[in-house]
């Protein structure tokens, strides 16, 4: 990896942020984007702006080829068999919620068992409570262990011969923690179960390969992995996309509408209802082949570089609280983390005044907030753009705040 040419394909990075050169470590949250991708996006609206799927006109044939170009280039990036088990959304939390409301909801019964974990994003947990509810399923919840990671002997014990559904982070959006899920996904086959992975912070980070795995889904979002906001992936084995009904309606999905019935295309396209993001997935398509140029272990490799250097400083302040793995492995370049006494919010505003770009709140992880025993949490999360300068500046910001706050009566020029 060539680190400073990297940081010069973002362009935000060279922006300031309170009179300081941003630090962006915010990229579980969403990542930056490098210029190519920019680029992408202003071609297609430039030069080849048409409708996919509907017109012989030069240009709607050549956005129909980059369009379903990138379906090819998401189905090699994930291992999957064929192209036609990528079907394009708006995001994995649209994904997970087709797949629940297209899939399971009307496949369980009163009596059947879902079975997720508490540290799972609130995507996948609000459309399985809400189908548990409309359906009479019970919803179970799997326990972490210390460093994070879902708990395989706990596991072992909330998959029964009433699961039907286990969905499971490949990747913790808190701690950072990389999730057993190919062992998750034997122990639900084992019981006739289906085994969905949400790979939102997996996908950007290292290789995932659903052949091997051997997931009936699995879901990820563009914009965290340098694609734009709006465009997301459901993967699904091709009989269970069979099976699976659309549940959004309109142009495109159909086949032939009479005034009382409609029939669908075939899959993919009988879940991508209207016109979709094509320049969102066009776009997807040059961030993956931008990613596959440094290789994804590459990029993992790195990211435990940076974290393990973060960590070590992080250990040596006074007062801080680490939350996960005290391994740097178990952590996917993420580190969540408080001060004692000083709110996160207070926190991660004194790390902006600095130019240092956080995020701070629940991180949409309520119940493991809950078995933290906290309200919230300072979440630092790096990419490949980042680089060990970004962690010294980091720990030198981390310091002035805690000075600070344990100071308050004087004014730290540092800080404001």
């Known amino acids: 990896m060539d680190k400073s040419s990297i940081r010069e394909d973002f362009p935000i990075l060279s922006r300031r942020i309170n009179d300081a050169p941003m630090i962006y470590l915010d990229s579980a949250a969403t990542s930056q984007k490098p210029q190519v991708v920019i680029d992408k996006i202003t071609d297609y ?79 996948n947990i609000i459309p399985w409570q809400q189908v548990a509810a409309s359906s009479g399923a ?32 490949m990747a913790s959006n808190v701690m950072g923690a990389t999730n057993p899920v190919k062992e998750v996904t034997k122990m639900a086959h084992a019981v ?46 091709m009989d269970v996309l069979e099976d699976m009904d659309p549940v959004q309606f309109g142009g495109e999905m159909i086949d032939i509408v009479s005034r009382q ?22 776009a997807l398509g040059t961030a993956i082949d931008y990613l596959n140029s440094i290789g994804m ?58 130019g240092i770009e956080v995020r701070a709140g629940h991180h949409c992880a309520q119940p493991l907030m809950d078995y933290l025993e906290v309200e919230s949490t300072v979440r630092v999360s790096f990419y490949f753009y980042n680089n060990q300068d970004d962690v010294k500046r980091f720990i030198e910001a981390l310091i002035n705040v805690k000075e600070f706050f344990a100071n308050g009566n004087r004014q730290d020029e540092s800080i404001i």
């Open 297 to 354: 272990d590459n990029i993992h490799e790195y990211e435990e570089q940076l974290t393990q250097s973060c960590m070590q400083e992080m250990q040596k302040i006074d007062g801080i609280t680490i939350y996960g793995s005290e391994n740097f492995k178990h952590h996917n370049g993420i580190i969540t983390f408080n001060i004692k006494g000083i709110h996160p919010h207070d926190v991660a505003t004194g790390l902006d005044l600095q």
């Open 45 to 123: 609206y430039t030069n080849t702006n048409a409708n996919v799927h509907r017109g012989v006109s030069s240009i709607s044939v050549q956005a129909t080829d980059e369009y379903e170009q990138a379906r090819g280039k998401v189905a090699e990036f994930i291992n999957a068999e064929s192209d036609r088990q990528i079907v394009f959304t708006r995001s994995t939390t649209e994904s997970l919620n087709w797949i629940a409301n297209g899939y399971a909801k009307d496949r369980l019964m009163p009596g059947d068992e879902i079975v997720i974990s508490v540290a799972e994003h609130h995507s």
């Open 138 to 169: 019970k919803l179970k919840y799997v326990q972490v262990n210390d460093n994070g990671q879902i708990d395989l002997h706990d596991t072992k014990r909330q998959i029964t011969d009433k699961t039907k559904i286990v969905s499971m982070a």
């Open 192 to 237: 006739g179960a289906k085994m969905i992975v949400d790979a939102a912070q997996a996908a950007p980070h290292m290789p995932v390969d659903v052949t091997d795995i051997d997931c009936d889904f699995l879901a990820f979002s563009g914009h965290k992995m340098l694609a734009p906001t709006g465009i997301g992936v459901l993967y699904g084995k």
């Open 261 to 282: 019935s409609a029939t669908f295309q075939p899959v993919p396209h009988k879940f991508e209802a209207g016109t979709p993001n094509i320049a969102g997935a066009i």
